[in-house]
């Protein structure tokens, strides 16, 4: 069973930064990539940001500039350090997981429970 654990969601104000953690646990084979999406109210989830195990990083385009995607391979985490906050970037941030926990599987999807982003003055 894959578990994904996220912390570092909270109220901050605009202009403010924050750092989004996600830990993978659980018997997990291979890892393609680790990242983050998000989903505010009314709208759909979004990819926020992904890296794969290659080192290769995915930004949506607001977020360029100002988020920082990292991963730590040997400890199966994914870090995403955010800057310059604005209030649209309110939202539920979910860690994804693309990863296979057998040698025959397929890649899947893990997703987390989600951490809550508030930026407001």
């Known amino acids: 069973q894959v578990q994904l654990v996220e912390s570092g969601g909270g109220l901050v104000q605009p202009g403010g930064s924050l750092r989004l953690s996600c830990e993978a646990s659980g018997s997990i084979f291979s890892i393609y990539s680790m990242g983050w999406y998000r989903q505010a109210p009314g709208k759909q989830r979004e990819l926020v940001a992904s890296?794969?195990?290659?080192?290769?990083?995915n930004y949506v385009d607001s977020a360029k500039g100002r988020f920082t995607i990292s991963r730590d391979n040997a400890k199966s985490t994914v870090n995403l350090q955010m800057n310059s906050l604005k209030p649209e970037d309110t939202a539920v941030y979910h860690c994804?997981?693309?990863?296979?926990?057998?040698?025959?599987?397929?890649?899947?999807?893990?997703w987390g429970e989600g951490t809550l982003v508030t930026v407001s003055s």
């Open positions: 994804n997981l693309v990863a296979r926990i057998t040698a025959v599987q397929g890649w899947t999807n893990y």
């Open positions: 890296v794969t195990s290659g080192g290769i990083a």
